[in-house]
């Protein structure tokens, strides 16, 4: 009787949902991001973007001092490439200006006018999220059959996704 009963048993078709009424259904097929996330390099912390080598010899005894050339927040567009002797300040969430490879944070930074002091080396990297860290771009981020729970949802939202399909 089992074994008719589930020869007879057919799956429900799947079908395409906001992102928000997906959560607790199963994924109908693999989902690959749409874009990169973050989608350009970002500042992790609220500092000022610099180039590594103009720092790497900074200290409490012996300061590099920088003019500050304006500031970035998260989302804003900034045209402004980083220039030598110079640094940006950032915003953390903010894009990382052209020609900068490191953000010094806040801590580290004392500010005088239109300048700043940096009393820390900055290495190449650091406190940079890079394009890409969360989620590639063509990266499978769920496969057909899982469950789609609240957290995935950000996932996917990150990837690009508004519409998913989905069966239960």
């Known amino acids: 009787a089992l074994s008719m009963t589930l020869g007879k048993i057919k799956a429900l078709p799947s079908e395409e949902v906001d992102l928000v009424d997906s959560v607790d259904r199963m994924a109908a097929?693999?989902?690959?991001?749409?874009?990169?996330?973050?989608?350009?390099?970002?500042?992790?912390?609220?500092g000022y973007a610099v180039l590594s080598s103009e720092v790497a010899d900074a200290g409490c005894d012996a300061p590099v001092r920088l003019r500050v050339l304006g500031s970035i927040g998260a989302g804003c567009e900034n045209c402004v490439p980083l220039e030598q002797g110079t640094a940006i300040r950032v915003l953390t969430g903010a894009g990382i200006p052209a020609g900068a490879d490191s953000v010094v944070p806040d801590e580290v930074v004392t500010c005088e006018d239109n300048y700043v002091l940096i009393n820390e080396a900055a290495e190449t990297g650091?406190?940079?999220?890079?394009?890409?860290?969360?989620?590639?771009?063509?990266?499978?981020?769920?496969?057909?059959?899982?469950?789609?729970?609240?957290?995935?949802?950000?996932?996917?939202?990150a990837a690009g996704h508004s519409i998913v399909p989905v069966s239960y």
Request: proline letters at 6%; charged letters at 20%.
């Open 126 to 157: 650091r406190n940079i999220l890079p394009r890409g860290m969360d989620v590639m771009q063509g990266e499978c981020i769920l496969r057909a059959g899982e469950q789609i729970t609240p957290g995935m949802t950000g996932l996917l939202a």
């Open 29 to 46: 097929s693999d989902i690959y991001a749409l874009v990169n996330s973050p989608g350009m390099d970002i500042s992790s912390k609220d």
